[in-house]
């Protein structure tokens, strides 16, 4: 028994979509038990949800494997105060969303102390190290997992462990109305623009490595189509005057936003996105997009050895084919970018073409309710239950 007096959970999501969805999951479960209370890692959307914050998300977010170093005291602060937590108050249950190196080790500790563990949001094991399956599987009570051809890759691997596909948590964020005139009149967009919008990620890193090169595809892009106006939604994670020192001097028609993407790609006519979870977000609102992704070299050539999937984006992944082009480390450039992005622009054929795809890919997701699905496995695991949807 936990020294709440009342059901506890603990939650830990290491970076900012995992925070999103870790609001979601909280206000959804708090919809069926407004009693339960929550403690973990999560970010700022996880805070206003409630959630009794250990370790903020930002101070535990790295790209790549050396990247992580540089943060690596603060991950293991975090882990230990974590296990303290499944040793000293006994959760009720320990939810775990994506971040895989941490959330596997810290299954682990809650298996030791005999916390059920639910993991939402499945590491990506089918595109490398799937030999962590069997560690998942003595770990982890039930799996709950958001692309649809997950549940298959752990039937596949001949473990017992329970698997649900609930859909993707995005689809519950795509607002249902969005008023055009007023987002282009926000933006100061005019009828005769082509807008870009610049997505490069939601960590420093990132930023940093992409957001100059998409500046400068950007100026090339200008070159080749009249009226070109850029929109940047800077991620909650990412300060405004770091991007503004970026863009400072670009010469480009750009105007950044904190309220997010959709309103941004309601009006775009493509984007230029870090590859993850933002090339889904793409998707969703059927922009055509081009994916660009940089880490560090050894992280790189690491991971050229390990990964085993066809594509590096999410929306590539679920289509099975490549409708949204992939530059990668050296072929992160300007004039590559600026290429592909023209062929796209003044091609109307190919651009209701990948529409038309992205529409396939946004249909195999799943309709709404996700969180509410998984908010349903958590608390039947309260209970000491595994019933499936």
């Not at 962590?132 to 799996?143: C, D, E, P, S, Y």
């Not at 859909?167 to 008023?179: A, I």
């Not at 405004?240 to 105007?255: C, M, P, T, W």
Request: net charge positive; charged share 25%.
């Amino acid at each position: 028994m936990n020294s709440y007096g009342s059901r506890y959970v603990l939650i830990a999501a290491g970076e900012a979509s995992g925070d999103l969805h870790g609001a979601n999951l909280v206000k959804a479960m708090k919809d069926i038990d407004r009693d339960i209370m929550f403690g973990g890692i999560g970010g700022d959307k996880m805070v206003l949800a409630g959630v009794d914050i250990v370790t903020h998300a930002s101070q535990m977010a790295a790209v790549g494997l050396t990247e992580v170093f540089s943060r690596s005291g603060a991950i293991l602060s975090s882990y230990f105060r974590m296990r303290s937590i499944l040793k000293k108050e006994h959760p009720d249950l320990l939810i775990l969303i994506d971040y895989p190196g941490f959330n596997i080790s810290l299954a682990g500790a809650a298996k030791k102390f005999g916390v059920p563990v639910l993991y939402y949001i499945s590491p990506q094991l089918w595109a490398w190290r799937s030999g962590r399956v069997k560690k998942l599987a003595k770990r982890v009570g039930k799996m709950a997992v958001i692309l649809p051809f997950e549940k298959d890759f752990y039937l596949k691997t001949g473990t017992d462990i329970p698997v649900e596909y609930v859909g993707h948590p995005l689809m519950d964020q795509v607002p249902l109305f969005m008023n055009r005139m007023a987002i282009e009149k926000e933006f100061g967009l005019k009828k005769e623009d082509t807008v870009i919008t610049l997505m490069p990620g939601s960590r420093d890193e990132e930023v940093s490595k992409l957001l100059p090169v998409m500046l400068e595809a950007a100026r090339i892009i200008s070159s080749r189509v009249p009226n070109l106006k850029c929109i940047i939604p800077v991620a909650p994670t990412i300060s405004q005057d770091h991007i503004k020192r970026i863009i400072q001097g670009s010469r480009l028609n750009i105007v950044t936003t904190g309220k997010g993407v959709y309103r941004a790609l309601k009006v775009s006519d493509l984007a230029l996105v870090a590859s993850g979870t933002a090339t889904l977000e793409t998707a969703i609102m059927g922009v055509p997009m081009i994916i660009t992704y940089r880490m560090s070299p050894i992280s790189y050539s690491i991971a050229k050895r390990v990964v085993k999937v066809p594509y590096v984006g999410l929306v590539n992944l679920v289509a099975g084919e490549e409708v949204a082009p992939e530059l990668l480390q050296e072929n992160v450039r300007p004039d590559i970018i600026a290429e592909k992005a023209t062929l796209i622009l003044c091609d109307d054929g190919r651009k209701r073409e990948i529409k038309e795809k992205l529409a396939r890919v946004t249909e195999s997701l799943g309709g709404p309710g996700a969180s509410k699905r998984t908010a349903q496995l958590a608390i039947e695991m309260m209970k000491g239950g595994f019933s499936t949807l």
